[in-house]
């Protein structure tokens, strides 16, 4: 069987969407050296800010292949996130982070990952109960990222053995137990669910990663995620946890 030519309507269609893509990252250019320069200031040692841009260059082509003018968000507000987190998902790659730093960066990469894929529903409704739902939803789902990125036994870098000087005894002990719990939430959750969860925050994957890792696109891989987050979450106010 043979492919069809294709037409001179679609291959003016991919023409104009090349020319689209190509358009949106030169312009984004910008977005992209700032960030690096934030992340850049931030990190506890000398750092190539080339890199740092390297790595944000990939968000910005991907934030351009995916973006959908229809869809009503500005790209600058869509691609935010996706350059920050492959920032953030560059830098945890590095082995001279210290433990608590690296669990700070895979929190916010992660936590990008959440903001990202709820955008869209942002003050889309002028309800305020709606509104709120919305804000309580999203906190939740941040509460839970935050939690399991504190793991102790985060794997997939070379870290530091240094202890975090700002966890008290009792906050440790507290931490470790509702973590505990959390896996076990994680262990029960579906088959899909449970791979993807577990290669982002218990194997080091970042999340296009992991979803590559099980066939699956990265917009679905952010709904599941997000949808993940909501069940552990509502799992643990069952269990009593705040």
Known sequence: M???????????????????????????????????????????????????IAYGQLGLVEAAQAYDPDAGARFTTFAFYRIRGAIYD???KMTWTSRARFRRLRFQAMADAVLENEQEDAGTSSAPEQDANWLGRVTEQLAVVFLVTSEDDTVGNSLSNATDPYDSPSKTVASREMQQNLRKLVDQLPSDARRLVSSVYFEGF??????????????????????????????????GAD
């Open 2 to 52: 043979t492919n069809k030519p294709k037409t001179s309507e679609q291959a003016s269609a991919e023409s104009d969407s090349k020319n689209d893509a190509a358009e949106l990252i030169a312009d984004g250019q910008g977005l992209v050296r700032s960030l690096a320069l934030n992340v850049h200031r931030s990190l506890p040692v000398p750092t190539d800010l080339d890199d740092l």
């Open 90 to 92: 560059g830098v945890a």
């Open 206 to 239: 970042t999340l296009t990663q992991a979803a590559e890792r099980a066939g699956i696109s990265k917009s679905w891989a952010s709904r599941l995620h997000a949808k993940s987050l909501d069940q552990l979450a509502k799992s643990l106010r069952k269990m």
